[in-house]
């Protein structure tokens, strides 16, 4: 289990490494921005570039799972599906080639006959790339079920604020928007009974270095099972009387009624990209962070969920958790009912693009007792 753990962590630096080549590699960035005006061959190809570096990231998991357990690959979920369709209409499914040329072959087709863009491409996806954990945490990683482990993979959270490529300025140590927001998120998950057991979320883009003129990135890790909990996170900070209220993180579309309810108990911020708001949450630099919406899916929730739980909190389902009669119903029994699961989809979607996104929003927390305030802010 350690090797799996380290593999991921190792790919998560990878996919960190390709995010941040991307934006540094002026011949990537090009077709990063590139916009097309109307009439032009493809009107699709900045999106489908867009894509493609979440395809290859994702693909690139998949790979590198099977190497280590074979048994995994097919259980690498992610939001993108690998088939393109080019401009001759030609269909390819993005996979990681046996070799780097094979590789850069194949992306080639996908980017209209463009060789410098793939071979570049290739490179990144099968460069060598290994991140040393703590030795003293990864020697107490639990033995994990192998036989019904799933992953879930976003590749690229928070992907406007990773195309605009603009630093932003933080409230407090909360950025509410920018690249340092940007995040890619690794999942672990039971197949049976659904629940999360581990989380990797990597931040490519924490902190810029100006002696370097580069971005440097920073990853966070933790796995929860049968008792066992280990992670990296700093501990939780120690409230002194008299400080300020607690942070609860939002997304700038929620409804203005909701902030002013959690306002009663909370400094409300905003904050863009599903990983990072939760990330937040997991460093112990906001109480909470909520959404009342079904505009999540379950590849933005799995790896901070199994990184909360590593950490003893989680993430509830919103509109379950509010139809609670009262904070005293707040059980341990029941906070384990409300936790979102990751191995079925919805049911009767109105869309089928909707089976896997988070149905009744979401409350990540790490410290349970947050609940009852917000419960009794927004509790009906």
């Known amino acids: 289990m350690a090797e799996l753990i380290k593999t991921l962590l190792s790919f998560s630096e990878r996919a960190g490494e390709i995010a941040r080549a991307i934006r540094q590699e002026p011949k990537l960035f090009a077709l990063l921005v590139e916009e097309k005006g109307e009439g032009e061959k493809n009107q699709r190809f900045a999106h489908d570039f867009k894509t493609l570096a979440d395809v290859l990231i994702q693909e690139a998991l998949r790979h590198h799972v099977a190497r280590t357990i074979p048994s995994l690959a097919e259980w690498v979920q992610g939001e993108e599906s690998a088939e393109f369709t080019n401009t001759l209409g030609e269909k390819i499914t993005v996979r990681i080639c046996d070799t780097q040329n094979g590789t850069a072959t194949l992306l080639a087709k996908v980017l209209d006959g463009n060789k410098e863009a793939a071979e570049i491409l290739a490179a990144l996806a099968h460069q060598d790339i290994t991140f040393t954990p703590d030795p003293h945490l990864i020697e107490k990683v639990p033995d994990l079920p192998i036989d019904s482990l799933g992953i879930w993979i976003d590749p690229v959270d928070s992907t406007g604020e990773y195309v605009r490529g603009r630093p932003g300025e933080a409230v407090g140590s909360i950025h509410q928007q920018g690249l340092q927001c940007v995040t890619v998120l690794i999942g672990l998950y039971d197949r049976h009974s659904g629940l999360p057991i581990g989380g990797i979320i ?179």
């Open 202 to 380: 990597n931040q490519p883009f924490a902190a810029f270095t100006e002696n370097k003129k580069r971005w440097e990135g920073k990853v966070y890790w933790g796995v929860n099972y049968k008792g066992v909990s280990v992670h990296n996170l700093p501990a939780m900070p120690v409230e002194s009387a008299g400080s300020s209220p607690p942070v609860v993180v939002l997304s700038s579309s929620e409804d203005p009624a909701l902030h002013t309810r959690l306002s009663r108990h909370f400094s409300v911020l905003n904050a863009t990209g599903a990983g990072y708001k939760q990330l937040v949450v997991a460093l112990g630099l906001a109480a909470a962070c909520l959404s009342s919406k079904d505009s999540t899916f379950r590849w933005d929730t799995a790896a901070p969920h199994g990184l909360l739980r590593a950490a003893g909190g989680g993430v509830v389902v919103y509109r379950r958790l509010t139809s609670s009669a009262s904070a005293k119903d707040i059980a341990a029994e029941t906070l384990e009912e409300l936790q979102i699961l990751y191995h079925k989809p919805n049911a009767n979607p109105a869309q089928l693009s909707l089976q896997w996104c988070n149905e009744g929003g979401l409350v990540a927390y790490r410290d349970p007792k947050v609940l009852a305030n917000i419960l009794e802010c927004v509790g009906e």
